[in-house]
């Protein structure tokens, strides 16, 4: 259960759900399934985004229903019995009676009777709106529970007419985060921060990518965040040019820099941070230049999170400080609006300024209302994350660059004034990095 979301939020997202459901409609989303990981092994279980936001419940094996006008109850869950043989082994099941009891269910039944009971609550609705595509088990499943409606037509029974792609709808809802959410988010941050620190600290020569790894990973368990939001990249030297590099195997060398992007999960909340630092303890001259590039383009990026501008603003304002700096270190030529227009920055810079973060590292809602990009709001949390990255192969650029790669990423939320930064407590500046790692 969500130590740091009342579970009273979750009655309320629901409700909130309902009301934008059409009249004589019903929704139906699933928990996620257990995935083996070898044999009689399973993966660690992570509940379904979706199902998760809705119902706080952390089994699997459990399916949320939302019947708005329902007499005998709105909203209704499925889920496993209570078994004390099968407990003993495979640990606590909360039960239909748990369900109502504790997570403020109207109505629960057990998983194993769905297949006789759903099909009738479905009935005479004319719309259902589910995660219509995600699973194919699951479309099949629908699809079950429609066709014993179907077979008693005859009989008067009416089947649903509409099916709808449930996530339009709830992750426009997701998308504007809670203040209870921004709590979470924010601690998840700071988590992940002293995470950066620790490893920061260990960084020397003679050491390998996982031992970083290591203490990123101790520092979010040590917290109660049991799992990272994705595998941790920890790229020394020229490694920190590849994207999504999580081999995390090779030495630490004097003279590289160490790029890790990495944040803790917690309660089902992503922080993501990336910081790039020197293994000895101190930058180059030609990994400083750069990295203050970085740092300025995401200073402008960062001023540029504000309710005032849309979406791509911060992207803008990097990508302006990212070419200007490539201009003047001479790695590209011509003026800025030129090399932006032609995309001349694309082989040192191929990725966005950020995305959305919340549940999933890479959140849902739309970046886009129609053709114009969305405008930003209170409660919305973004990632903001320019980088450079000179590929070591790179022969059109001056020997002493290439195989430098650097990204600078913070969490920021969207406030009434502007933003605040969720992550600020792991440094950036490079007086400060240098501080640090001489402590
Ligand atoms: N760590 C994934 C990302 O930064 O988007
Ligand atoms: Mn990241
Ligand atoms: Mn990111």
Redesign the pocket.
């Known amino acids: 259960m969500s130590q740091l979301i009342p579970i009273k939020e979750f009655a309320e997202r629901r409700r909130r759900l309902m009301e934008h459901m059409a009249p004589d409609s019903i929704t139906i989303v699933p928990a996620a399934p257990e995935r083996t990981r070898n044999r009689d092994v399973l993966h660690p279980f992570r509940q379904d985004s979706d199902f998760q936001y809705l119902t706080g419940f952390g089994e699997p094996d459990a399916v949320l229903v939302l019947i708005p006008g329902r007499e005998h109850g709105e909203s209704v869950l499925f889920c496993k019995e209570r078994n004390p043989e099968k407990e003993r082994w495979d640990g606590f099941l909360v039960g239909p009676d748990g369900a109502i009891e504790q997570y403020g269910f109207d109505d629960a039944f057990p998983i194993a009777d769905i297949d006789d009971i759903l099909p009738g609550m479905i009935e005479g609705r004319s719309r259902l709106y589910y995660p219509l595509g995600k699973d194919h088990a699951f479309d099949a499943q629908v699809m079950d529970w429609v066709k014993v409606i179907r077979s008693k037509v005859r009989s008067g029974a009416q089947p649903p007419g509409e099916f709808v792609a449930l996530e339009h709808m709830l992750h426009d809802l997701r998308l504007y985060k809670s203040v209870n959410e921004i709590k979470v988010m924010e601690k998840a941050g700071e988590i992940s921060a002293e995470a950066h620190c620790r490893a920061m600290k260990r960084a020397r020569k003679g050491g390998f990518e996982y031992n970083l790894e290591a203490e990123l990973i101790h520092t979010f368990m040590d917290h109660g965040a049991r799992s990272t939001?994705?595998p941790s990249?920890v790229g020394s030297g020229a490694n920190g040019c590849i994207l999504?590099y999580i081999e995390n195997s090779a030495p630490l060398k004097d003279g590289d820099l160490v790029l890790i992007?990495?944040?803790c999960e917690l309660e089902c909340y992503a922080s993501?941070i990336?910081r790039t630092f020197p293994v000895s303890g101190k930058f180059s001259p030609e990994q400083r230049a750069l990295y203050e590039v970085v740092l300025a383009a995401q200073y402008a990026a960062i001023e540029a999170v504000h309710p005032d501008n849309h979406w791509n603003k911060p992207h803008e304002a990097a990508l302006k400080v990212l070419v200007q700096g490539l201009i003047e270190l001479g790695l590209l030529t011509g003026t800025v609006e030129q090399a932006i227009e032609e995309e001349a920055y694309k082989p040192f810079f191929m990725?966005r300024t950020?995305?959305w973060l919340g549940m999933d590292?890479?959140d849902v809602g739309d970046y886009k209302i129609g053709d114009a990009w969305r405008q930003l709001e209170p409660g919305m949390v973004l990632?903001v994350?320019p980088g450079l990255y000179i590929a070591p192969d790179n022969t059109t650029v001056d020997e002493k660059w290439r195989g430098i790669g650097i990204?600078i990423?913070d969490d920021v939320v969207v406030t009434r004034e502007g933003c605040r930064v969720l992550s600020r407590a792991v440094p950036k500046a490079v007086d400060d990095i240098e501080a640090l790692m001489a402590s």
Do not use: F, M
């Open positions: 939001a994705y990249i999504h992007d990495a944040g993501d990336t990725h950020g995305h590292v890479h990632t994350e990204r990423e």
